[in-house]
């Protein structure tokens, strides 16, 4: 029981592997999902674990920069975010749907 | 202690992310991913001694960027019946590529890097608001003032896609 604990400390060995599974996971939403909302939550996601993988490197390192990066990060997804659901919302009025397939108006 | 709180946080944001891009109704998705963030804020406070980061999350993501998501899903009315699905081929597709990716980043990072003393003894003060914000406005004061002007832009695009017919005003 012990042993198997020592296995989860909060290292940066772990960190890693956590942040590459939610990465993982936000790759495969974009991929399996068809609506436009989830793909932007499964970026989201991607970002977040990104986030947190550059804050345990700026720990480990003992550099504040990183976690300044982090900040940067949030504020320029907060803006995409913003103008990526202005967007939808303009696609759903003028297709009536928020499935990726309906924008397929450059397909040959 | 730690260790148990690590694995049970971790397991709780692993899961509920699995959980935003495999449930069918858009607002519990939402839900899920509002779950997601609170455990990696609990991740920030905890082990990485990122206070300032943590609260930032959950006042940036959980708050502001998951009520937009959430207005727009209700402003649409979406729901299960309007969820377009996704054919059973590309899914299985997808998750056996999403699967090699993941095989592709552990072979590729997991022994590069070996440090197996644990985060929150050598966190110290670097995560604080005083040292974070010394740092912010000295070394990137101008990528600070720069992002300003990101989100007025963000904010004039957003109000001129939203509008209903630019011609009439």
């Known amino acids: 029981m012990n042993q198997l604990t020592e296995l989860f400390a909060p290292n940066l060995n772990n960190y890693i592997i956590l942040c590459s599974i939610l990465f993982t996971i936000g790759v495969v939403g974009v991929l399996i999902r068809k609506n436009i909302i989830i793909i932007f939550m499964s970026v989201e996601l991607m970002l977040n674990a990104i986030n947190l993988l550059l804050t345990a490197f700026s720990v480990h390192h003992g550099d504040s920069s990183g976690q300044v990066f982090v900040f940067f990060i949030m504020a320029v997804a907060a803006a995409e975010i913003t103008v990526g659901l202005a967007i939808l919302v303009m696609i759903y009025r003028n297709t009536g749907s928020v499935s990726i397939d309906s924008l397929r108006n450059l397909k040959w | ?169």
């Open chain 2, 1 to 169: 202690m730690n260790n148990l709180l690590f694995l049970l946080l971790s397991s709780v944001s692993i899961i509920s992310a699995l959980l935003v891009i495999f449930s069918k109704n858009p607002v519990y998705s939402v839900l899920f991913l509002v779950l997601t963030f609170f455990t990696l804020a609990g991740h920030f406070a905890i082990f990485l001694g990122a206070e300032f980061l943590a609260i930032v999350n959950i006042i940036v993501y959980a708050g502001a960027i998951m009520v937009l998501f959430l207005f727009v899903i209700m402003l649409l009315n979406l729901n299960k019946e309007s969820e377009p699905t996704t054919p059973m081929l590309s899914k299985i597709s997808a998750i056996v590529a999403g699967g090699l990716f993941l095989l592709v980043l552990f072979a590729a990072l997991t022994n590069q890097i070996n440090a197996p003393e644990a985060l929150n003894s050598k966190a110290g003060d670097i995560g604080m608001v005083k040292k974070l914000g010394q740092v912010l406005f000295t070394e990137y004061l101008l990528p600070f003032e720069i992002s300003s002007v990101l989100f007025l832009s963000a904010m004039v695009g957003a109000v001129m896609l939203g509008k209903k017919d630019l011609k009439q005003g």
